[in-house]
């Protein structure tokens, strides 16, 4: 029996919980010198084989220089028309989280590495779509900003299964997300589980 392909997002934030400040600049993530094997994310990288982001991030991500090669597919949520140029691997996404996630995990492949931004990991988390966060704290606050999740209103329990902290200040801590039934069977009052 083949593995579920996970849906993993792995992304630093700032200690007050910002992935970008408002105009989307990361300059107090990408001033940092980079550690000795980069926060395991070379690691990571060998594990996924797609990647999944917002039209946003995918924008941003092209006016910073970003590469992107035939044999990396992304997914570019996105409800306006894709550029008249999309670079090689790159496939740009209409149709439901639910259906697109379905297709996703019945090929086979590796896992697939969410990205962003907080709006796409917000839409991809109420769906039930996200099956694990890992997320590098970076010390350092910068007030305001593009929060990991867009608001909402939500309740989604996790579960911790690692806390690494590195040598210069940065703690990643890793969860998975529990699954929307356990959550609501963790809402119903303590007798009622009791007799079940």
Do not use: C
Not at 15 to 40: E, H, M, Q, V
């Amino acid at each position: 029996m083949t593995q579920k392909r996970k849906i993993i997002v792995h992304i630093a934030t700032s200690a007050d919980g910002y992935i970008a400040r408002p105009d989307g600049n990361i300059d107090w993530l990408t001033s940092r010198p980079a550690p000795k094997g980069f926060y395991g994310i070379p690691k990571f990288m060998r594990s996924v084989d797609a990647r999944i982001v917002g039209r946003k991030t995918f924008d941003l991500s092209v006016e910073m220089g970003a590469n992107f090669r035939a044999a990396e597919r992304h997914y570019v949520f996105s409800r306006r028309p894709p550029p008249a140029a999309v670079p090689s691997g790159v496939e740009f996404v209409a149709q439901s989280i639910g259906t697109f996630v379905k297709h996703l995990r019945d090929q086979v492949g590796k896992n697939i590495w969410m990205m962003g931004g907080g709006e796409i990991i917000a839409s991809f988390l109420d769906e039930g779509a996200i099956d694990e966060f890992i997320i590098s704290v970076v010390p350092v606050f910068i007030g305001e900003g593009i929060p990991l999740i867009a608001p909402g209103r939500r309740d989604v329990p996790l579960h911790l299964r690692s806390v690494k902290p590195f040598p210069d200040g940065v703690v990643q801590v890793h969860y998975d997300v529990r699954p929307k039934h356990v959550a609501e069977y963790l809402r119903l009052p303590s007798p009622i589980r009791e007799a079940r």
